[in-house]
């Protein structure tokens, strides 16, 4: 031990006192809440920029399918005479599942059976696998199948998630119709 020149003890410090240490922890508050909002607008940018990549994808999907098959997918393919748009829509598949071996999603493509409806337990498999590509990744999708309604608000079907749409064309156009405006509608053959 260490003495002083009136031969009291010298103490050596070896610990903060709880001031100093409060002190630190309140800029470490400060500098964590700082850099926060910077770590969740760099989350964001980067689900910005993965949905942009899906709506790439699905945009060349939909251009892969017109180039094998001649035109654009239906918006949906329904076989009975147009009557109403309500009653009249089966078997319902539609441009997401039409695209799919062009998403690389050949195994799924491969079990739907297109002649059966959408609702057709058969078809059930197929219509509740998550398609990565067709979720936005900003978006909070149910973490299970969810019901979809018919025109009576009945659920008809459970199918995963999907956070894209394709146009039926203009507001003079409904999805009802029996054509549309735009590229997808009942039974199109939309050609470039």
């Keep these: 031990m260490n003495f002083s020149a009136k031969g009291r003890p010298i103490s050596h410090r070896q610990a903060f006192t709880l001031v100093e240490l409060l002190v630190v922890i309140a800029i470490i508050g400060v500098l964590i809440g700082l850099l926060l909002p910077a770590i969740n607008a760099a989350r964001e940018s980067a689900r910005r920029i993965a949905c942009t990549n899906n709506l790439k994808q699905m945009g060349l999907a939909t251009i892969n399918f017109h180039d094998s098959q001649g035109a654009f997918p239906p918006g949906y393919r ?12 089966t078997p319902g598949w539609g441009w997401a599942a039409y695209i799919l071996p062009y998403e690389e999603e050949k195994t ?27 979720v936005c990744p900003s978006d909070r999708p149910p973490p299970t199948a969810f019901g979809v309604p018919n025109a009576g608000g009945s659920a008809v079907a459970k199918a995963a998630a999907c956070s894209y749409a394709a146009c039926v064309g203009g507001d003079e156009s409904a999805p009802a119709d029996a054509s549309g405006k735009g590229i997808f509608y009942r039974n199109s053959k939309t050609r470039i």
């Design 108 to 134: 799924v493509f491969g079990s739907i059976d297109f002649k059966l409806p959408v609702e057709a337990p058969k078809n059930s498999e197929a219509v509740q696998t998550v398609i990565k590509t067709y």
């Design 78 to 89: 329904a076989t009975p005479a147009y009557e109403d748009g309500a009653a009249d829509t």
